[in-house]
């Protein structure tokens, strides 16, 4: 019976044998095709911005302030509401010392033009402003031309406003909105306007006055590129 076996096992071995190079194919052309996933996998699109970054400034809003005049010649006995403070309408701003008092005709921030004190002599002046926080806030960026010819009109601008940190308030978003030649040669004017009230990336809410100040992130393009 011996005999037998041995052929037995020969024909078996014969058969793998002869199987062998038809499975190596069929793995191979697997794995290929895991190899190749893999790769595709780790290629990702990866999108960035190219930014400009310049100073901004804010200098008024579409909305008319309320301008606050005093009796000259009389003196601030009482001054019942500080600069940058939100008031609402009627809201008492100070009381003489012949006990005028002057109101607020419209709600907004005040904004003193000039120290103001207690015991000081009201001069023939502008006091203070109310600015309305509706409306929109106007701002200019001050660009030279060789950074100008990347900015179209409708560009996205990141503002960050001057002491207002961004890692605690967020960013304001805004848009590039009329682009013109400025006052000195080889400048351009780019003209910004923001919602009032400012409601930063973090829904809190900037209070605007005259003359504030912001970082702004301009986008110029936008470049894509493939990362192994």
């Known amino acids: 019976?011996?005999?037998?076996?041995?052929?037995?096992?020969?024909?078996?071995?014969?058969?793998?044998?002869?199987?062998?190079?038809?499975?190596?194919?069929e793995h191979a052309g697997t794995w290929f095709a895991v190899i190749f996933i893999v790769i595709i996998c780790c290629f990702w699109k990866v999108q960035y911005n190219e930014r400009l970054h310049?100073?901004?400034?804010?200098?008024?809003?579409?909305?008319?302030?309320?301008?606050?005049?005093?009796?000259?010649?009389?003196?601030?006995?009482?001054?019942?509401?500080?600069?940058?403070?939100?008031?609402?309408k009627g809201a008492v701003l100070f009381?003489?010392?012949?006990?005028?008092?002057?109101?607020?005709?419209?709600?907004g921030m005040i904004y003193f033009e000039r120290p103001l004190n207690t015991g000081m002599q009201v001069p023939d002046a502008l006091l203070c402003q109310i600015v309305p926080q509706t409306g929109m806030a106007e701002g200019v960026i001050r660009a030279q031309?060789?950074?100008?010819?990347?900015?179209?009109?409708?560009a996205d601008v990141k503002l960050i406003f001057d002491h207002y940190p961004e890692d605690d308030w967020g960013y304001v978003d805004a848009r590039v909105d009329f682009v013109s030649p400025g006052d000195n040669s080889g400048e351009y004017l780019l003209y910004i306007k923001?919602?009032?009230?400012?409601?930063?990336?973090?829904?809190?809410?900037?209070?605007?006055?005259?003359?504030?100040?912001?970082?702004?992130?301009?986008?110029?393009?936008?470049?894509?590129?493939?990362?192994?």
Do not use: C, W
């Open 1 to 25: 019976m011996e005999p037998t076996n041995n052929i037995e096992l020969y024909e078996e071995l014969d058969e793998v044998l002869s199987r062998s190079p038809i499975k190596a194919v």
């Open 54 to 88: 310049l100073p901004a400034v804010f200098n008024g809003v579409n909305a008319v302030p309320d301008s606050i005049r005093g009796i000259v010649g009389t003196h601030i006995q009482s001054l019942v509401t500080a600069d940058r403070q939100i008031v609402e």
């Open 95 to 107: 009381i003489t010392d012949r006990k005028d008092t002057v109101t607020a005709s419209k709600s």
């Open 145 to 154: 031309a060789a950074d100008i010819n990347h900015v179209p009109v409708g």
């Open 194 to 228: 923001v919602p009032l009230p400012v409601k930063t990336s973090r829904q809190k809410e900037v209070h605007f006055y005259p003359g504030m100040k912001a970082a702004a992130s301009i986008v110029t393009a936008t470049r894509k590129l493939f990362v192994f």
